[in-house]
């Protein structure tokens, strides 16, 4: 299996490589050359298999020599042993024909364990048999970051450093990253905002010698590995609803549009989706290109379901590769306008990508209407991501095919905005009780790349 790169002129890479790289060198985003599809027999026989043998069906194709079988069952079978649902991707139901897909029982209590915790797998198998060491540096506006370090912790051959906005991450996000123990996890808490710990990233994998010398590594949105684990679960829940015999509808609470890809490709690998749908809050860049034809930033605008709250949703690139047919020149040229505000997309591809993706939009009321109402109705308490999917899929739902609405996050790790609109002030697990109890471990950072830099020089163990 071959990756290559949506501009057309990065190496084409093995899955290791691009797993290992994250970025292409031309600035684009690793695909696969060509998608394995599955027969409607292959998927029928994934009915009533644990999740690990249906991640290891799904995904196996996509990962060729880069790993043996045996590896890549057993990293499958490490990543999702300390989740805290049986089922991992458990569905709920809250009507006759919608259902909530919970995909918040990892460690970190947000869909990102999926991916994550398979790829720390993966990083420890591959950096081990090749001798090396690699330093991960993430920012993070809060999920991300606990996810990373929830995986990497205490793996051999990786230190990880997480930059986020001093003061600006809910108190669960901030000690999801500072009460780990382990040695090689240092959470900096820089003294700024999201984007100048993005900016700083930036910055840091930009200076080639520093990135040369510490072995820099990025496990952000954009890497294949991560869209190929979320595919999974679009296949045992479509499953679970009667696929291959019956289609089914997903709606996903969207920012980055990596969750959303995923689904995408299974629909290509043969599952039976009939809609995909886009949710986003007021932060609607992707709702509006779709609407208009026109993809322009405006800003963010801090919402109540922060993890969707971005300017540029960067896997959306790889949506728009395929719909101008690969070709990496013209999704080069679109980018460089990105750069200046904005770009319209051509009338064929806009019809490609509306003929994949419905979208809609949720306010902030709406929000917290949502949660509210799902509550009032079920019982059941969701985060505010979740309840923007809600409420986009009410809308979208037609009462022949059953439609699945993803839950991103538990309640617990948003608690003050459920509990506004409900009364309710949603627990912890049990399994993470003494999250408030335990010590925590942060350096604060000056917003200055060579101060970042010796930071990361000088705690790096060797
Ligand atoms: C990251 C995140 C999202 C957005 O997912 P994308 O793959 O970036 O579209 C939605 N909800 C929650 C809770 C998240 O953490």
Redesign the pocket.
Known sequence: MRYVSTRGTAPVLTFGEAMLTGLARDGGLYVPETIPTMTPEEIADLAGLSYEKAAYRIMRPFVGDAFTDAEFREAIAHAYAHFGHAARAPLVQLAPDLFLLELFHGPTL???DFAMQLIGQLFQIALARDGRRITIVGATS???GSAAIEAFRGLDNVDVFILFPEGRVSEVQRRQMTTPSESNVHALAVKGDFDDCQARLKDMFNDFAFRDEVGLAGVN?INWARVLAQVVYYFTSAVSLGAPYRPVNFT?????????FAGYIAKRMGLPIGKLVIATNQNDILHRALTTGRYTTDGVKPSI?P??D?QV?S?FERALFDAYGRDGKAVAQMMDELKRGGFGISQGALETLRGLYHSGRVSEEETADSIRATWRATGELV?P?TAVGIRVAENARDTSVPMVALA??HPA?FPDAVEKATGQRPPLPERMADLFTRPERVTSVPNDLAALEAVVRERRRN
Do not use: L
């Not at 996903?252 to 959303?260: A, E, L, R, S």
């Open positions: 947000a869909f990102k809060g999920d991300t949105s996903v609470p969207t920012g980055n549009f990596g969750d959303i379901s993890s969707m971005i949703s896997n985060c991501h991103t996050a790790k």
